[in-house]
């Protein structure tokens, strides 16, 4: 694992992770994008260690605001600039020697399903593939703030747009995380923040949500979205309607009896094992489906 820091476009610090196989060559790149209020660094460091013992090169970033890159903790000002930021970071590393030739996979959770999808709308070309665990393509009934918070926020952004919320909502840890221990983690760690969501941040999310919800039919590039059946912070109906409705000919869907939110991180280590199990061969066939193809095209120019 390295670690090391970049600087965006407006003067901001951004911690940056890869995780590489040992004395292999990796057979493709994940990029990986993060939920909201987490990081990369250290909560998501077992499963790239994971994925990188299966062979593959693994890249994340921690936003603006997120972990311990910089900003206002977990201020989320205009999802654009954060798109960028991440679009800006993964495309250097895709244009960058040898890993021009190799497949490229974008993976994300929650929050950072909305970043994965944004992604490939910013660059469809780039992305040989897309991995969505639990995506923010709509907030879940349970998890979303009433008609008078909604126009309450409208108000109060402008005004003072870094505010925390007043009001009280769902503790978004019980919800997400199934084991009791990973909770308990989840609140020890200080690169995870676990204030009460800032008025322009929860009025981003909610943009963002509706926005990717009413567009689902532009997803284009292959996907697997994997959701458990008893999450509480996304919507499983959405997941379901992404796969019914995008236009890839190439998706797949996995629903989980019984599982919460964070699939890999927050349930018993069977259950995430059958979760990272599926990934690992979803990506796996695509490599092979897409060199096949890419023979096949080489000799027909040759021809």
């Known amino acids: 694992m390295i670690q090391e820091?970049?600087?965006n476009s407006r003067g901001m610090q951004l911690l940056t992770c890869k995780w590489f196989p040992v004395n292999q060559e990796p057979r493709a790149l994940i990029f990986f994008c993060h939920g909201y209020a987490i990081d990369c660094s250290t909560t998501f460091k077992d499963i790239a260690s994971n994925f990188?013992?299966?062979?593959?090169?693994?890249?994340?970033?921690?936003?603006?605001?997120?972990?311990?890159?910089?900003g206002l903790s977990v201020y989320i000002d205009n999802f654009d600039l954060l798109i960028d930021d991440v679009s800006s970071h993964f495309s250097k590393i895709s244009e960058m020697g040898d890993n021009t030739k190799k497949k490229k996979f974008i993976m994300g959770e929650s929050m950072g399903g909305a970043v994965v999808l944004l992604l490939h709308r910013k660059k469809p070309?780039?992305?040989?593939?897309?991995?969505?665990?639990?995506?923010?393509?709509k907030i879940a009934e349970e998890m979303k703030p009433s008609r008078m918070v909604?126009?309450?926020?409208?108000?109060?952004?402008?005004?003072?747009?870094?505010?925390?919320?007043?009001?009280?909502?769902p503790d978004i840890i019980n919800n997400a995380f199934k084991l009791?221990?990973?909770?308990?983690?989840?609140?020890?760690?200080?690169?995870?923040?676990?204030?009460?969501?800032?008025?322009?941040?929860?009025?981003?999310?909610?943009?963002?949500?509706?926005?990717?919800?009413?567009?689902?039919?532009?997803?284009t590039m292959p996907f697997i979205v994997l959701h458990g059946e008893d999450d509480k912070v996304t919507d499983k109906g959405v997941s379901?309607?992404?796969?019914?409705?995008?236009?890839?000919?190439?998706?797949?869907?996995?629903?989980?009896?019984?599982?919460?939110?964070?699939l890999l991180f927050g349930e018993p280590p069977e259950n995430s094992t059958?979760?990272?199990?599926?990934?690992?061969?979803?990506m796996q066939t695509r490599i092979t489906t897409l060199n096949v193809k890419a023979n096949n095209d080489e000799a027909k120019s040759q021809i």
């Open 125 to 137: 070309e780039l992305w040989d593939g897309g991995i969505l665990i639990a995506p923010m393509c």
């Open 274 to 282: 059958v979760v990272f199990n599926d990934i690992v061969q979803w």
């Open 240 to 262: 379901k309607l992404l796969y019914e409705v995008a236009s890839s000919n190439d998706k797949t869907l996995k629903l989980y009896p019984e599982m919460w939110h964070s």
């Open 5 to 7: 820091f970049i600087e």
């Open 52 to 70: 990188a013992k299966e062979g593959f090169a693994v890249y994340g970033i921690e936003y603006e605001g997120h972990g311990r890159s910089g």
């Open 180 to 219: 009791p221990e990973k909770r308990q983690e989840i609140r020890a760690n200080p690169n995870c923040y676990q204030g009460r969501p800032r008025m322009k941040t929860m009025s981003e999310l909610y943009r963002v949500s509706l926005d990717l919800e009413n567009r689902l039919n532009e997803v």
């Open 150 to 169: 909604i126009s309450m926020i409208t108000m109060v952004t402008n005004l003072i747009p870094s505010w925390k919320s007043i009001v009280p909502g």
